[in-house]
């Protein structure tokens, strides 16, 4: 993985795998972790991180759930392609990046009203 650093804050609400999993997908959707990049083994980032390999196995999970990585035998757990073509409307993955996004500001300290204010901003820069 390159440099982009992930971190877990275990005084939050949101949970560690949740933290996880929101920050990888993150990296990924913009592109700050490339089509098949490696991602560490989940020991390594477990030990990494000062967590259970089962919290970090559960990231990965649902990462490779939402086709966002890839795990093979042999090769390790890789960044999957991102879905090329025309893009459709689809809830559930607004659903997810939200969530995504939610649990990354709610990681940095942010509170509700201040979420809701940069999405406010951030549609308004687009209007």
Do not use: C, H, K, N
């Not at 939050?12 to 920050?23: G, H, K």
């Amino acid at each position: 993985m390159s440099e982009a650093a992930l971190r877990v804050d275990t005084t939050s609400q949101v949970p560690p795998y949740e933290q996880i999993r929101a920050q990888l997908a993150t990296l990924i959707l913009t592109g700050r972790l490339a089509e098949g990049e490696r991602l560490p083994t989940v020991r390594q980032l477990a030990a990494d991180l000062g967590l259970a390999p089962g919290t970090v196995a559960r990231a990965y999970r649902e990462l490779e759930a939402a086709e966002l990585i890839r795990t093979r035998r042999g090769a390790g757990t890789r960044v999957a392609a991102l879905p090329t073509g025309p893009v459709r409307f689809d809830p559930a993955r607004l659903a997810t990046l939200t969530r995504d996004f939610t649990a990354s500001a709610r990681a940095l300290g942010a509170s509700t009203e201040a979420i809701l204010a940069a999405v406010r901003e951030a549609l308004g820069r687009e209007e």
